[in-house]
């Protein structure tokens, strides 16, 4: 597979920095390679912002200096390509372990990515908590209603599900439960060793299983798809993305 962009001088700057003596000099080498997100990086985010998330990123995260300079870079650029800013908007998590860099897609960047496509009016996902009024039905006339009790406070999440209006009419949902979150949390090399946004974030990580898991009812789109065979997994490295096109 090709890589996108010549990534050789930012790859091996990095590897040049992975020393500890050297490793906070990675700071200095994102904000020098402006160019070369420049060609990645979509206008509506634009360089300066997202070199400010990802270094910020790393200081809340020490350990991803930890990671190779390989899955680093390329954690970074699938970041940059897919258009999903890393940090507390929660679009995607860049989580050190064992040295490498997982890819994990969080909710708000998968619906981000949903409505790119052009063809979803709306899309959102919901936690049903213990003592919600909540019922669902397929078939010829499918429909969903929930009416949450009140205040979540700590009431246990017994359901989630996500839903979508269509631009070409009709609305599609998934629901799923714990037995469904749980086998995709085990699925995650770091959910299934109890770390990362798997704790620090599992409410929202519930919703993104209910949104993955609506994917195949979704008019295709490559940006999506892409998103779903690259999350939770390590980055090896730049990848070659699919053109977004017209989403169909």
């Not at 359901?159 to 085990?186: P, Q």
């Amino acid at each position: 597979m090709t890589e996108p962009t010549d990534t050789a001088p930012l790859r091996a700057e990095l590897e040049r920095v992975a020393s500890p003596e050297a490793v906070q000099t990675v700071y200095d080498l994102i904000k020098r390679q402006g160019p070369e997100l420049a060609k990645v990086v979509p206008e509506s985010i634009g360089v300066e912002r997202f070199s400010r998330t990802v270094l910020t990123e790393i200081r809340r995260t020490p350990k991803l200096l930890e990671c190779s300079p390989e899955s680093l870079l390329g954690a970074m650029m699938l970041a940059a390509q897919l258009g999903l800013e890393p940090g507390p908007l929660g679009q995607v998590y860049l989580v050190p372990y064992k040295r490498q860099v997982e890819f994990v897609v969080g909710y708000r960047g998968y619906i981000d990515l949903a409505y790119r496509s052009g063809q979803v009016k709306d899309v959102s996902a919901q936690l049903v908590h213990e003592g919600d009024s909540f019922a669902y039905q397929y078939g010829t006339t499918p429909r969903l209603t929930h009416v949450p009790l009140g205040p979540a406070d700590e009431r246990e999440i017994e359901a989630a599900y996500a839903v979508a209006r269509l631009r070409t009419g009709g609305t599609v949902f998934a629901v799923i439960y714990e037995d469904d979150w749980e086998r995709a949390r085990k699925a995650s090399p770091t959910g299934s060793k109890n770390v990362g946004p798997w704790v620090e974030h599992r409410p929202a990580m519930i919703r993104k299983t209910a949104v993955r898991r609506l994917e195949p009812l979704l008019p295709k789109s490559p940006l999506f798809a892409q998103a779903v065979e690259r999350d939770e997994t390590p980055a090896p490295g730049p990848v070659e993305l699919a053109d977004e096109g017209t989403g169909l």
